[in-house]
């Protein structure tokens, strides 16, 4: 599809340029550089020990799982890793970056050039470039609610590893970029190298937009809009970037380049108050820390040890267990969903049967409950045996249904399938010889239906289904039914 | 008391019983108060007696923690002491409290050492002549009116005036061998790496390296030992142990002398480079070459060809590197704040204006300059490609030579006040920077006197050539007395 | 190259206030001492490779192991001010 089919009519003639940098806080149980640990909500500063509080004299160490991720990472998007990596020093003051420099990769960064795939809204897939992956350290966080007239500093997430992932400026739309968003979030779970929870800012997201005239080669000026930390807000913080920049332009001002806050409460941009003081960051490299060397060998054993990745984990999806690529697709999206789904796959004994339920009752279960699917009230295992259940004829798909609601409502999640269709006398009725005698006792009572049916009103037949079922509080074995009363109306 | 003024000395007074810690402990606090003139201290433990008494106790109840039990040392302001002033010689410091022990520092209280005080120096080390302290400029024990050189200047004034048998220093361009030149002890900068940099305050990350000054080869030997070795908590630590030192720091003190037993002659190499200068110090060379020729060591004319750049580099590297070390200093989590900032931005500029001394900005000035945009490249990166031509040149003058001789310093000791523009003291330090920038292990060892004043000679190794420069040293120091002579003999009334 | 020294901005970027008596002298310093610096463009360095460290090691990785946890204000009592053991600034407004 080319650019222009793309457009956005809101955008008229304008083009917009959208490069993303996502912060993913690698999920390391001790610091980059020092052993605090990372566990998030602790009491203020009882997770800064020396290092992370820049005492004079402390001295970093380069934490070994944390360069692990970045290269699987970097294996994952097909980038190249570059075996030799430096760190250098990021120098800024601010009250929450306690050395006055951020540890960082600036010359030479550990993950060089990849490439992400990302699935459209519409179903349409782009590969969006991946310019580099660097390690570095997290700043600490400041609380500006917490004392009257101070800004107050908490340095517990200071020094937490981050992948910083930086992307092309590829993406020419805001859903676009929520899409690449939410793909990386999806890339980052799968390998099990971030927790991916946005609400606690284990994810977040810095926006460069820029708009042109379309056809343009030239980029516009950019801003760059800092700390966007859900999906829907990269969305609603870029189209308001784009809708400003535009009315700039075409009121004949122009952009400047600056950073800038999004608001979700007024769903707007608008420029920080606080100046950085320049560019001018004096990167050079740390004289604490040598250069960093992944080995072959580490190498080759991040590669032999890698997760099976969204991709290839949707083509076994469609291809060994006949799922559509749109419920594919569904699934794969989120780690957790599709852990859900191989696991009641396996109890089910088959792929097709679980999708449908995990996307039809399951889904709909947990949207009006609003609970995760880690929340889910029917385990995998009870769902897989209730399919089981269904597909050897112990129970028909509509008692199914009933009992999903049951044990959904139920608290009791240790309940097995099988005791409560015991307990609740739902075994389905089989047995021709007990469904004729229902059969007949039916016939029998309707002598009108009976002459309607036999006179060619063969809609008549539901409403035998319907007066059996009913007789059998739906246990009966619907094919049975169908085969009894044909033969028997017919006779 | 009269008590040993080496450390090996009193350790044997210690064993032996004739002294007890306490003992020595007392008569070199009263040392110290009797000769305040010198500001050698900027701190004093004030448990110390305490701690002497718990050492003698351990001792006489058969138990004693290692090599060093019992015995005070003096340390320079810049290492962390848990529950101990540490201040680095800065305002910004002034009042900063511990909260952790540096890892040398550790090594020494595991051998059973004691913490006598801590010494003076020019702030953050930043210095040639102890006159950048924010706690008062040291004396020269040998002539009040001298500068005892930097900028561990209070540790060689406290070693020379017999305050302590020994004294921890760091070394960034020559900080413990120019002051062990100017006061007449001896002093070891290791191997890069070869002391952890864990809990000394940074300076210049890629120069600093903690040793140890005293008024024998023998007795920096037996402290190096105890001090040194890998440690997992400095990224630049040395993995790999040197076994002499090693061995050193479980022999019984007697045999010290045996372990130092220099059995190879050596080639010595004379850069000339350090001798063309004509300086005091290079003139002074001749007698300590005959000591070393005599024991049948060859000495050869080696040169150093880039030698007369290192100045400059040094200068841009280490300021530039200071520059963001210094950077933690914002007044937020410690550290100097100035009173009544009405916003950030006042907060960190007057806390650090205040906090700072003017040497110290000079430092940040030229450093921030030499890394902004634009520059990186001409000052930043050439300094390290001449950082690398240094080392390439030590590393040719090492394949044809064992260590190399060199004056430690262009002059004697210089008035206090003397030397006031900057470009001119950082000369100072021409004979000792290079080894710095190469990583180099250097000691310095006195050699002589002119007017009353002491010199020093300096011995260059490869690195980790510890031994070499340890040994050779011991043997010139068994072979003649420049290292015995007393600044101040007894106290002064 | 000393022409371009612009003794405010660096003292923007480090964070220094320098009183109108010391900026003077403070820029005749720097001067003199990039004049002593600039010596360095004498040697030809064309393809010598930048010495960042004296031993060209590579960097040693520590094991992801937590430490000791850290008791609430245990390294706060050298902290100028804090509350409830969080360190207080100004209030800096995004």
Redesign the interface.
């Known amino acids: 599809m080319s650019a222009n089919e793309r457009a956005d009519p809101r955008w008229g003639d304008w083009e917009p340029v959208i490069g993303l940098e996502v912060h993913v806080q690698l999920s390391t149980r001790s610091k980059m550089f020092s052993t605090s640990s990372t566990a998030f909500g602790a009491a203020p500063n009882t997770q800064a020990n020396a290092v992370d509080l820049g005492l004079p004299g402390v001295l970093p160490v380069i934490n070994r799982e944390a360069v692990r991720k970045a290269v699987q990472f970097g294996l994952a998007v097909g980038a190249e890793v570059n075996q030799r990596s430096v760190f250098d020093r990021k120098n800024y003051f601010y009250p929450d970056l306690p050395k006055g420099y951020q540890i960082s990769q600036f010359k030479h960064p550990i993950v060089g050039r990849g490439a992400l795939t990302v699935t459209l809204p519409g179903g349409e897939q782009r590969t969006i470039g991946i310019t580099r992956a660097h390690l570095e350290e997290d700043a600490g966080k400041s609380i500006h609610d917490a004392v009257p007239g101070r800004t107050a500093i908490d340095l517990n997430r200071a020094g937490t590893p981050l992948l910083e992932v930086v992307s092309e400026p590829e993406l020419r739309s805001a859903s676009e970029a929520a899409a690449y968003f939410r793909t990386l979030h999806s890339l980052v779970r799968y390998l099990g190298i971030c927790d991916g929870n946005l609400a606690e800012g284990s994810m977040r997201c810095d926006a460069n937009v820029s708009v042109r005239r379309r056809g343009s080669n030239v980029l516009g000026q950019r801003t760059e809009t800092k700390n966007i930390n859900s999906f829907r807000f990269v969305e609603q913080a870029i189209d308001f970037e784009i809708a400003r920049q535009i009315a700039v332009l075409e009121a004949g001002g122009s952009i400047v380049q600056e950073t800038r806050l999004y608001d979700p409460d007024a769903n707007e941009t608008r420029a920080m108050r606080t100046k950085e003081d320049s560019d001018d960051y004096r990167y050079f490299p740390d004289p604490d820390l040598q250069p960093l060397v992944v080995s072959d060998q580490e190498l080759e054993a991040i590669a032999a040890a890698m997760p099976e990745l969204p991709t290839a984990r949707r083509m076994r999806y469609v291809e060994q267990l006949g799922l559509t690529e749109y419920d594919a697709e569904l699934i794969v999206a989120d780690p957790d969903l599709a852990e859900y789904f191989e696991a009641t796959a396996a109890a089910a004994g088959g792929g097709k049967a679980a999708a449908n339920w995990i996307l039809g009752d399951l889904t709909a279960a947990l949207n009006r409950d609003e609970c995760t699917v880690r929340e889910s009230r029917v385990s995998s295992d009870q769902l897989g045996q209730l399919i089981q259940r269904i597909n050897d004829g112990t129970i028909s798909g509509k008692i199914g249904k009933t009992l999903f609601e049951t044990l959904w409502n139920d608290a009791d999640t240790r309940a097995t399938v099988d005791g409560l269709i015991d307990a609740r006398g739902l075994r389905q009725v089989s047995d021709s010889g007990a469904i004729e005698t229902i059969v007949d006792d039916i016939i029998a009572a309707n002598p009108k239906q009976v002459e309607q049916f036999k006179g060619g009103k063969d809609k008549v037949f539901g409403f035998f289904v319907g007066q059996v079922m009913k007789a059998t509080q739906g246990k009966a074995n619907p094919k049975a039914v169908n085969d009894i009363l044909r033969a028997k109306l017919s006779g | 008391m009269a008590v040993p003024t080496t450390v090996r000395a009193q350790l044997e007074a210690l064993n032996r019983g004739a002294l007890s810690s306490v003992e020595l402990c007392q008569a070199l606090l009263e040392r110290t108060g009797s000769l305040e003139h010198l500001n050698v201290f900027i701190s004093l433990n004030d448990r110390l007696l305490d701690q002497a008494a718990a050492a003698d106790e351990a001792r006489a109840g058969g138990s004693t923690l290692g090599q060093l039990h019992g015995l005070p040392l003096a340390h320079k302001d810049i290492f962390m002491s848990e529950g101990l002033r540490t201040t680095c010689g800065s305002r910004m410091l002034q009042d900063f409290i511990a909260p952790y022990t540096a890892t040398a520092l550790q090594r020494f209280a595991d051998a059973g050492a004691l913490v006598l005080g801590k010494c003076n120096m020019d702030e953050f080390a930043m210095g040639s002549s102890n006159e950048n302290s924010f706690f008062g400029s040291v004396a020269n024990p040998w002539d009040a009116d001298r500068v005892p050189g930097g900028s561990s200047g209070g540790s060689a004034a406290c070693v020379a005036a017999g305050l302590a048998a020994a004294a921890t220093g760091t070394d960034t361009g020559g900080s413990i061998r120019q002051p062990a030149a100017f006061c007449g002890v001896s002093g070891i900068k290791p191997t890069y790496g070869r002391v952890s940099r864990y809990g000394m305050v940074a300076f210049a990350s890629s120069l600093d390296q903690g040793g140890v000054m005293a008024r024998t080869a023998a007795d920096l030997a037996l402290l190096l030992a105890n001090m040194q070795g890998f440690d997992p908590q400095d990224s630049t630590s040395i993995e790999t142990p040197d076994l002499w030192l090693e061995n050193l720091k479980t022999l019984p003190i007697e045999t010290l002398d045996e372990a130092l037993t220099l059995d190879a002659k050596l080639t010595v190499g004379l850069p000339q480079e350090y001798f063309d200068s004509g300086s005091i110090g290079a003139r002074a060379m001749d007698d300590i070459r005959t000591v070393i020729e005599v024991q049948g060591h060859r000495v050869q004319d080696v040169s150093l060809p880039n030698t007369g750049i290192a100045i400059p580099a040094y200068y841009v590297i280490a300021g530039a590197e200071a520059s963001t070390n210094l950077s933690r200093y914002d007044g937020v989590r410690f550290g100097h704040r100035a009173n009544d900032a009405k916003d950030l931005e006042t907060l960190y500029r007057r806390s650090r204006s205040e906090g700072f001394g003017t040497e110290v900005k000079r430092r940040i000035l030229t450093g921030t300059y030499a890394l902004s945009v634009g520059y990186y490249e001409a000052y930043y990166l050439k300094a390290q490609q001449l950082r690398r031509l240094i080392s390439d040149d030590f590393k040719r003058a090492f394949a044809d030579v064992d260590v190399l001789l060199t004056p430690t310093t262009p002059t004697t000791a210089f008035e206090r006040g003397a030397v006031s523009n900057p470009v001119t003291m950082y000369q100072q330090d021409v004979f000792t920077v290079p080894a710095s920038l190469a990583g180099l292990p250097a000691l310095s060892l006195p050699c002589g006197f002119k007017d009353g004043l002491p010199l020093g000679a300096q011995l260059i190794g490869p690195h980790y050539a510890e031994r070499s420069l340890l040994c050779l040293a011991h043997q010139i120091q068994s072979h003649s007395d420049w290292h015995e002579a007393v600044a101040i003999a007894g106290v002064p009334a | ?1 000393t022409d371009s ?1 612009d ?1 405010a901005h ?9 009183a109108e008596s ?1 900026r003077d002298s ?1 820029e005749a ?2 001067r ?3 004049l ?8 030809n ?1 064309t393809g ?34 804090t ?12």
């Open positions: 190259m020294i003794i660096l003292c923007t970027l480090a964070k220094l206030e320098l010391e403070a310093d720097l003199n001492i990039m002593m610096v600039d010596a360095m463009g004498d040697v360095t010598v490779e930048p010495l960042a460290h004296p031993l060209e090691f590579v960097a040693r990785l520590r094991d992801d192991t937590p430490g000791p946890t850290i008791e609430a204000g245990q390294f706060q009592h050298n902290a100028p001010e509350a409830e053991q969080l360190y207080l600034v100004p209030r800096v407004v995004d």
